[in-house]
């Protein structure tokens, strides 16, 4: 299992690469300053995607849970003491999607994030970039896309997948994951 977690991760890391180069080309092109994509910068941008990220590991715990499934057994992400490793494995499938889609095109269309600066110096979105992207993720996740020949809303396909992953798992079928159109 480490050996194939060791080429995923270094084929993921190297597309990762890749994807958020081409965000800051586009970003930049908007005039919006991206220094690349990392959780623990308190830019703008990385504050509206780790709160955009936020909504959707809620989404995903609660649907993971339902389809009676450990929420902590990673396969992707290392299983560590109190961290929901199999959530982040299964936000992987929806990231792009449902936060990065949204506010890539919240920015692109002219918002500009905005800070405010907390009493012990550290920074977090203004309330109206707060506003926007749970409007912005919420409205995604009521979007339609068709999925195994149906339409569904995006959050029902959450669940779906929840699902699927927990048939592969109970009998041993075929688990084939979301791809979105965009």
Do not use: C
Request: charged share 30%.
């Amino acid at each position: 299992m480490e050996d194939v977690r060791k080429q995923i991760t270094s084929a993921e890391a190297h597309a990762a690469k890749r994807y958020w180069k081409a965000v800051k080309m586009i970003l930049t092109e908007k005039g919006v300053a991206f220094p690349g994509r990392a959780w623990h910068l308190q830019d703008p941008v990385n504050s509206m995607l780790n709160y955009g990220y936020a909504i959707l590991r809620s989404r995903v715990t609660s649907a993971i849970i339902r389809a009676g499934l450990e929420t902590y057994a990673g396969f992707f992400h290392v299983d560590r003491s109190g961290r929901i490793s199999f959530v982040l494995d299964v936000m992987e499938i929806f990231r792009p999607s449902i936060v990065d889609r949204p506010i890539i095109s919240l920015i692109t269309r002219g918002h500009k994030p905005g800070t405010e600066e907390k009493e012990d110096g550290s920074m977090f979105l203004d309330n109206k970039s707060i506003k926007l992207v749970r409007e912005y993720i919420n409205e995604r996740l009521e979007a339609k896309e068709e999925f195994k020949g149906n339409d569904y809303h995006l959050r029902t396909i959450i669940q779906l997948q929840a699902r699927d992953i927990a048939t592969f798992f109970r009998e041993g079928k075929k688990f084939k994951g979301y791809i979105s159109r965009w």
